[in-house]
């Protein structure tokens, strides 16, 4: 990329994706980021004024892209059983999770740490989760397939009730051999609750 | 302590948690805590093969005496409300974890990192706990408060549903403003579940 064109965030985040692959969040910094798009450090400060926020804008594009969006797919389905699909809806987050833990570890581990940091950007990615979760809370409410609760609340404590499967301080425990079965007395336990 | 008297278990336990208290875990060696108790290495690596294994008998020890036994004393007691019972054995669990987090931080931090390595010992923790729990719900089976469970099976769900307010991978989070709102909320919908 030539510094003619203008940088926009996207751009930035693709190549700053790439460096923090390359070189790992520890060793990277802003200028290599700048070098990679052929840009001044000063003008790559103007959009992302330190390493930490630069790290943080690409997990939370990573997030949206890997596991919001295509959750966001399974929770505007309509028609057929809301409990099938808040089933699949956990199933995919798990599964996702657990593919990325150990088939892109860098920008899981990335992820983690950021995790313990950005506590606003990943309150907000949760949230997004958790009304995702209360949608379908919604529609099972509607259909009687659940019992009447506060969705928000309801969709918050099931997604509190399973972070032993999707929280990533807990990712050396989903290669664990009795981690599905684990998964499906907790998930038994919780639609007793609900249904 | 001279050595001429015998070196009981207790006594080498008593001396390296002191040891590991001072100096903390990275920094202690059996060396050290030979010292401590006045005896030769060898006559300590005799007991204790590694740091490794020290570290593991005082965090068991430890984990014991806080945490199994106040809540054994729980656990045993018979009459009255098992679901009443059920929620004192957690809430006690909670606020004792989270006491030490705060005002025992060296040996909890030294949990934590146990917890990752001594995976049996930990495990055999972890059953212990799930085993009193069982017998909670099997009091309230019997007295009708609860439904018709296979006990360890929902012992265990309820265990690993409450992960991230008694798990020490999640401690940061138990300074949270809405933390005792989020486990009232996973509280009742278990209870849904189990009644």
Chains 1, 2 share one sequence.
Request: no cysteine.
């Amino acid at each position: 990329m030539s510094n003619d064109l203008p940088l926009t965030k996207e751009a930035i985040l693709d190549a700053a994706e790439q460096v923090l692959r390359r070189y790992g969040p520890d060793k990277t910094s802003v200028v290599d980021v700048a070098r990679a798009l052929q840009v001044s450090h000063g003008t790559l400060y103007r959009h992302f004024a330190s390493k930490a926020s630069l790290r943080e804008a690409v997990t939370e594009r990573w997030l949206h892209k890997i596991i919001l969006d295509p959750l966001e797919a399974i929770a505007v389905q309509s028609g057929g059983s809301a409990t099938e699909r808040l089933r699949t809806w956990f199933e995919t987050l798990i599964r996702t999770k657990k593919a990325y833990a150990i088939n892109d570890s860098e920008m899981f581990a990335m992820y983690a740490a950021v995790t313990l940091d950005a506590v606003e950007m990943i309150n907000t990615h949760v949230n997004q989760l958790i009304d995702q979760i209360a949608r379908i809370i919604e529609e099972g409410m509607k259909s009687q397939e659940f019992k009447s609760f506060e969705p928000i609340v309801t969709a918050r404590a099931i997604f509190i009730a399973t972070s032993r499967f999707h929280h990533p301080v807990h990712a050396k425990e989903w290669s664990s051999d009795t981690i599905e079965q684990e998964f499906a007395s907790v998930w038994d336990l919780l639609l007793y609750g609900i249904s």
